[in-house]
Nanobody, 121 residues
Framework: VQLQASGGGLVQAGGSLRLSCALS????????LAWFRQAPGKEREFVAS????????LYADSVKGRFTISRDNAKNTLYLLMNRLRPEDTAVYYC???????????????WGQGTQVTVSS
């Protein structure tokens, strides 16, 4: 299984970005998916997750109400729509996949290479 994240970039505070993560090598719909991020000098942190069916989502408190995770099983792609971005959202964003129904955070089996998001004040 390979994950390819894209869509990062430089944006002003208050702006929006949409990250994408393409999965290849196995059946997309069998995986629970998630986004994590890691800021310079900080530990990697959970951002959002979505179950295999796409019906259940979970968000970190810091992004709730601003970020939306979604998946398109027909396109084998995971998305993260980020609105009202803040400088503290600056980080490398990673997508992750796991075939278990409820994978514990940070124990996802497959990880993408990361995409940089920089929010200027």
């Amino acid at each position: 299984v390979q994950l390819q994240a894209s869509g990062g970039g430089l944006v002003q505070a208050g702006g929006s970005l949409r990250l994408s993560c393409a999965l290849s090598g196995d059946t997309f719909s069998k995986f629970a998916l998630a986004w994590f991020r890691q800021a310079p000098g900080k530990e990697r942190e959970f951002v959002a997750s979505i179950k295999r069916s796409g019906g259940a989502t979970l968000y970190a408190d810091s992004v709730k109400g601003r970020f939306t995770i979604s998946r398109d099983n027909a396109k084998n792609t995971l998305y993260l729509l980020m609105n009202r971005l803040r400088p503290e959202d600056t980080a490398v964003y990673y997508c992750a996949a796991d075939s278990r129904a409820f994978p514990p955070s940070f124990s996802y089996t497959y990880w993408g290479q990361g995409t940089q998001v920089t929010v200027s004040s």
